[in-house]
């Protein structure tokens, strides 16, 4: 399958968490976060069990796999939260500054170098997402706090990604979701108790929305990302996600008749045309290194 719809349908997916979210409001950030990764969990662990994917696991696979598992809750409970003290185009701007963390790391860890035509990209996506924070800013400036775990949600999906990409070189799909959702739901529950949040006694359609959250936008949005991670560069998948917030956005003025303001459409277009430019960029980049690389014995084994 073609990396970029799995990447297409992945984005696509996960654009319907904030719309959800919003829907399920009644229950704490949180406890959102806890039952979306713990309904992942049930289904993916079950799965990876029946189908044998978690036998003759090594601690070296398992333990990077719980640590990309906490990171991936730490960016859930960071972000989610910051939505308390800054507007949400701010908190939004700022956790997708992950490509550059991504792009920082990603030659020290996964040995891949952004090209130059992806690094503009990044960049122009980058000044999209400033566009849409500009648009909201009179309305909701935003608080230093909020901002501050904002930023601390990129660097936590940001070391995800890294850790995803190292490890779907040999680890199949199944088994690294298997792994890293319970850490996550585990981690998120673990912070819910501590902020003194109830975990249970939420109405049917709350709980509803939550399962659907874990159904939707983790199970098939995060899943076709991670599947992605084993064929793209990371850097290109935390940039192609820079457009889940325009998505969302459309979304949520369909739905709830929110609409965006001219500045944060004119915005979401920058950030469209500069996830374009990544990932075409990846993909010359990608010719040229087949090209110059020799045939894999037994071609590329699928998640």
């Known amino acids: 399958m073609n990396p970029r719809w799995m990447l297409l349908a992945g984005v696509l ?6 719309l959800i979210i919003r829907l399920a409001a009644e229950a704490p950030p949180l406890v959102i976060g806890a039952y979306r990764l713990t309904t992942a969990s049930l289904v993916v662990v079950p799965l990876a069990l029946m189908r044998g994917e ?3 696991l090594t601690r070296a696979s398992v333990v990077p796999a719980l640590l990309s598992g906490a990171f991936l809750a730490a960016h859930f409970g960071f972000w989610i939260s910051s939505f308390e ?3 949400v185009a701010s908190s939004v701007v700022l956790v997708t500054i992950s490509p550059l963390f991504v792009a920082m790391a990603a030659p020290l ?3 891949d170098r952004p090209t130059r035509r992806m690094g503009i990209g990044m960049l122009i996506a980058l000044a999209g997402t400033g566009f849409i924070a500009y648009g ?3 309305a909701d400036p935003g608080s230093l706090w909020g901002n501050f775990l904002a930023v601390m949600g990129a660097v936590a999906v940001a070391s995800y990604y890294i850790i ?3 490890l779907r070189a040999s680890l199949s799909l199944l088994a690294y979701v298997a792994l890293v959702y319970p850490m996550a739901a585990f981690g998120l529950i673990i912070a819910a108790s501590l902020a003194g949040n109830n975990l249970v006694g939420y109405a049917p359609p709350i709980l509803l929305w939550m399962a659907l959250l874990g159904l939707g936008p983790q199970v098939v949005g995060h899943t076709a990302l991670n599947w992605a991670l084993k064929y793209v560069d990371p850097v290109v998948v935390s940039t192609v996600v820079n457009a889940e917030p325009v998505i969302a956005s459309l979304l949520v003025w369909l739905v709830l008749g929110e609409a965006p303001t001219l500045v ?3 915005g979401g277009a920058v950030v469209l045309a500069g996830v374009y ?3 075409s960029g990846e993909t010359a980049a990608a010719r040229g290194r087949k090209q110059h690389s020799p045939p894999l014995e037994g071609g590329v084994r699928g998640g």
Do not use: I
């Open 13 to 18: 997916t996960v654009s319907l968490a904030a």
């Open 54 to 56: 978690l036998r003759g």
């Open 85 to 87: 003290h800054t507007s």
């Open 109 to 111: 860890f996964t040995g």
């Open 136 to 138: 909201d800013a009179g």
């Open 164 to 166: 995803g990409r190292r």
């Open 264 to 266: 944060q459409a004119a």
């Open 277 to 279: 430019l990544t990932v």
